[in-house]
């Protein structure tokens, strides 16, 4: 199984929207609604922020949201906040009870 | 509330085998969820080693070869062993539980990490 595909690098101001891509094949994120997304700052453990293509765990904020559309999965931040740089990861059932993640994108607040 | 702890040598000599433990508190293993490693080289992103799930153990297809990982319901704990260990194999190594989702066919499969351990950093060198 391969990596699933994310930019390196985005960003954006303070009160904008930034929208990271993850993409796979049919074999995971097309095949399945089981893809999550991950924040992990600096030193950090990482922390779920949004499972089953776009449910929010309790406590994640609603600025956080996720969609899918084919192979292609997305992660929004809406209303970016100074706490949000960190590194995002993808992660999608790919079958036969395997995980695989993405290469992560770092998020950077201009 | 469930917490994860791994435990282990963070020194590894390259071809010797690496051994750590990620002990649970707050809910049985036996009990259900999946409980798996997760490693992270430095600078590098998160990539899926294994999990358990009650008695079955999914292993990601590029460590099979090399990894074993094994319960220990009486100390609520599980086990990861991967042999023959390169520099490759430097990375924080985390511990986690993982949740599950019932198929039509009645078996469990892994969705979402929803609890991480601290992590534990081994250098193999």
């Known amino acids: 199984q391969s990596a699933l595909t994310q930019p390196p690098s985005a960003s954006g101001s303070p009160g904008q929207s930034v929208t990271i891509s993850c993409t796979g094949t049919?074999?995971?994120?097309?095949?399945?609604?089981?893809v999550s997304w991950y924040q992990q700052h600096p030193g950090k453990a990482p922390k779920l922020m949004i499972f089953?293509?776009?449910k929010r765990p309790s406590g994640v904020p609603d600025r956080f949201s996720g969609s899918k559309s084919g192979n292609a999965a997305s992660l929004t931040v809406s209303g970016l906040q100074a706490e949000d740089e960190a590194d995002y990861y993808c992660c999608s059932y790919a079958g036969s009870n395997n995980l695989v993640f993405g290469g992560g994108t770092k998020v950077t607040v201009l | 509330q469930v917490q994860l702890q791994e435990s282990g040598p963070g020194l590894v000599k390259p071809s010797e085998t690496l051994s750590l433990t990620c002990s649970v508190s707050g809910y049985p293993i036996s009990s259900g969820y999946f409980w798996g490693w997760i490693r992270q080289p430095p600078g590098k992103g998160l990539e899926w080693m294994g999990t358990?799930?009650?008695?079955?153990?999914f292993y990601n297809p590029s460590l099979k070869s090399r990894i074993t990982m094994s319960p220990d319901t009486s100390k609520n704990q599980f086990s990861l062993k991967l042999s023959s260990v390169t520099a490759s194999d430097t990375a924080m190594y985390y511990c986690?539980?993982?949740?599950?989702?019932?198929?039509?066919?009645?078996?469990?499969?892994?969705?979402?990490?929803?609890?991480w351990g601290l992590g534990t950093m081994v250098t193999v060198s």
């Open positions: 049919s074999s995971d994120v097309g095949g399945y609604n089981y």
């Open positions: 089953e293509v776009s």
């Open positions: 358990i799930h009650i008695t079955e153990t």
């Open positions: 986690a539980r993982i949740n599950g989702w019932q198929g039509f066919d009645g078996r469990w499969h892994q969705d979402a990490v929803d609890i």
